[in-house]
């Protein structure tokens, strides 16, 4: 069984469009984050929910809404996708906060704004 | 905030031989992991590390938690094909978010 499952893993879309990429974990994980990996590989982390809250609000612009329906789930949500959004977007999980507990990643959503 | 140093940035080296990476931070660290990134994939962790002076092997990866709690090191012995990735470490002070380096991408050559 996937410990973090992340989806669509492609997902090609025309500027402008709306789309969602939702993540699941079946970890018992209480924290959940979604991480932003550029065409140069560099990782960044986006947004972080613990037990439903959200903790960790990067500079990300508003067109990205994260939602936690559970702590099990984490969905990525953008509007008016733009070309510069064009990126692998990795969902993760760990438990007890941010606070160096190690972190497990899903497979990562190729999205390509065209 | 806190930088992570990571290198070096890419390496080509030949099956059979040691690898060595490392990481430096700007700030004290109570925490350093290790991830590889598969081609398509996501990262994995390798190796964590909790303790200033901490050694860990797994297989033959070896990761030192530096003394200064500034640095960290991995060393990977005997490179096989399947070795090739992206290398991350990533690190954390406090209650800070964790950080990641921007990578070491490994080639090994049959």
């Known amino acids: 069984d996937t410990a973090v499952s992340q989806t669509p893993k492609y997902l090609v879309t025309q500027m402008g469009n709306d789309k969602s990429i939702k993540c699941e974990q079946n970890?018992?994980?209480?924290?959940m984050y979604w991480y932003k990996q550029d065409s140069k590989k560099f990782l960044k982390i986006m947004f972080s929910?613990?037990?439903?809250?959200?903790?960790i609000n990067e500079t990300v612009p508003n067109r990205f809404s994260p939602k936690s329906p559970d702590k099990a789930h984490l969905n990525l949500h953008i509007n008016s996708l733009e070309l510069g959004d064009s990126a692998v977007y990795f969902c993760?999980?760990?438990?007890?906060?941010?606070?160096?507990?190690?972190?497990?990643f899903g497979e990562g959503s190729w999205l390509t704004v065209v | 905030g806190q930088q992570l140093n990571q290198s070096p940035q890419s390496m080509f080296i030949q099956e059979g031989e040691d690898v060595s990476m490392n990481c430096t931070s700007s700030?004290?660290?109570?925490?350093w992991l290790w991830y590889k990134q598969d081609p398509g994939e996501g990262p994995v962790l390798l190796i964590a590390?909790?303790?200033?002076?901490e050694l860990t092997s797994n297989g033959r990866l070896t990761a030192q938690f530096g003394i200064t709690r500034k640095d960290s090191f991995l060393n990977i012995s005997a490179s096989i094909p399947s070795d090739v990735g992206i290398y991350f470490c990533?690190?954390?002070?406090?209650?800070?978010?964790?950080?990641f380096g921007k990578g070491t991408k490994l080639t090994v050559n049959p």
């Open positions: 929910y613990n037990n439903k809250e959200l903790i």
């Open positions: 700030s004290i660290f109570n925490t």
């Open positions: 990533a690190g954390q002070g406090g209650s800070e978010k964790l950080v």
């Open positions: 970890l018992g994980h209480d924290t």
């Open positions: 590390l909790y303790k200033a002076g």
């Open positions: 993760a999980s760990t438990w007890g906060g941010p606070s160096g507990n190690t972190i497990y």
